[in-house]
Structures are given as structure tokens and as C-alpha cells.
């Protein structure tokens, strides 16, 4: 099994331009997250999906929107980015009351 | 919503020490406390955790130790080794739902 696996591993982006994070999880895990880990600030909720087809808003939800289509895929979307979502992006899976994992991180830098 | 708070920021041993990290919640609601640990280029991982319905778990040299009245929790290691160096976080949330984390503690054990 390959676990949480997220693409890309580094990107850089001019003020404005768009992208899209995807997440894969092969552990057939319900729940999906999103978080951003920023230095001296541990890590903060952006999304996270309950299963295929849900969404919900975590603790910094503001400036991302994100899609559960599949089961095993959950993307995270910046529109319109800023300097200020320069972050390392953590995406993490587990099955309901149970230990999440998390992938090894996509570092965005925004100029 | 649920406020995590981290301590201390930094802690250096001499191996074979022990090593304490402190947390607290503000959330009297919050029911699972788990800790993770993070190494260089990685996503964080689980090394332990504990549901409030436990006073203390332990798994060999590592020890979670929960306060439900005080609302804190310690992650407790002993006879730390080199490869312990990391940094490790804290989190509390209600049903691993909406996970918050502390701020993390860069811990190095020197040989």
C-alpha cells in the first residue's frame, strides 16, 4: 500500500495564478483532511470530507475550496493565490474514530 | 472552538534522559488527545494517543498521561535516544473530528 500520497512535492506561483493539490489515499479510509503547517503554528484545518461527495469547513477555510468526487481523491483548490498561503500542505486520511495519516507534504511557495 | 496550547517550544536532553511535553485544552467537549511526531521532510506520524475515558496509556519508553479536570495532557519519554529527536505535536478534538494542534516542541537528544 502506498498510504496518503500527494501531488505535487514543491510548487512555486505568482500572486494570483491558480493550482490544484490533489490527495490519494489506498486504505478505502471515509474521512479526508487538509491542513497547512505554518512555522511556530503546528498545523490548521482548511477542509476536510466525511466521504465521496462531502465537504466541510475547518479553521482556515477561507481562500481554498475543495472536491471529495471519489472516494480515495480529495483536491484541494487555490483560485486566486496569495503570498500569504505560502504553507506546506498537508493532506491525511482515516477511518472514523480511528489514528489519521498524513501524507509527506506539498511545499507552495507564492511570489 | 477548541484552543491547543504547547510546552515548551524547544527541549534538549542528554540521551538517556527523560523528556516531558506539557499541553492544554480549552474544550471541555474534546474527547480524543493524540501526538504525533515529525521528521525532517516528512508528514507527522502517530506514536500515541488517548481517548478521555483513560487517565494514562503508555507503549514501551512513551507515556500519555491526560487530566480531564485541569484539561491538560503530557507525552512522557524515557531513556531518549538520538533517533527521538524530532519535533512532536499535540492535538485535541471531539471525535477526531476538527483536529487542533499545539504549536509543536523541537526536542533534541544529545549523544
Known amino acids: 500500500n502506498a498510504g496518503v500520497t500527494q501531488t505535487p512535492k514543491f510548487r512555486v506561483l505568482k500572486t494570483g495564478q491558480s493550482m490544484t493539490l490533489l490527495c490519494a489515499q489506498d486504505?478505502?479510509?471515509?474521512?479526508m483532511y487538509w491542513y497547512r503547517q505554518d512555522p511556530g503554528m503546528g498545523l490548521r484545518l482548511i477542509h476536510y470530507?466525511?466521504?465521496?461527495?462531502?465537504?466541510a469547513k475547518g479553521e482556515v477555510p477561507d481562500g481554498y475550496n475543495v472536491s471529495r468526487l471519489k472516494k480515495q481523491n480529495f483536491l484541494l483548490g487555490l483560485e486566486s493565490a496569495a503570498p500569504s498561503q505560502t504553507s506546506v500542505y498537508f493532506c491525511?486520511?482515516?477511518?472514523?474514530?480511528?489514528?489519521?495519516?498524513f501524507g509527506p507534504g506539498t511545499r507552495l511557495t507564492v511570489l | 472552538g477548541e484552543n491547543v496550547e504547547q510546552h515548551p517550544s524547544t527541549l534538549s536532553v542528554q540521551e538517556g534522559d527523560s523528556a516531558v511535553i506539557k499541553c492544554t485544552y480549552s474544550?471541555?467537549?474534546?474527547?480524543?488527545f493524540p501526538w504525533y511526531k515529525q521528521e525532517l521532510g516528512k508528514g507527522p506520524q502517530l506514536i500515541i494517543d488517548?481517548?478521555?475515558?483513560?487517565g494514562e496509556k503508555k507503549d514501551q519508553r512513551i507515556a500519555v498521561t491526560l487530566n480531564k479536570t485541569a484539561k491538560h495532557f503530557s507525552l512522557h519519554i524515557t531513556e531518549t535516544q538520538p533517533e527521538d529527536s524530532a519535533v512532536y505535536f499535540c492535538?485535541?478534538?471531539?471525535?477526531?473530528?476538527?483536529?487542533?494542534f499545539g504549536a509543536g516542541t523541537r526536542l533534541t537528544v544529545k549523544p
Open positions: 486504505m478505502n479510509h471515509e474521512y
Open positions: 488517548i481517548r478521555s475515558n483513560v
Open positions: 491525511a486520511s482515516n477511518l472514523r474514530w480511528n489514528e489519521q495519516f
Open positions: 470530507s466525511v466521504g465521496e461527495g462531502t465537504t
Open positions: 474544550d471541555s467537549a474534546s474527547n480524543y
Open positions: 492535538a485535541a478534538s471531539y471525535n477526531n473530528n476538527d483536529m487542533r
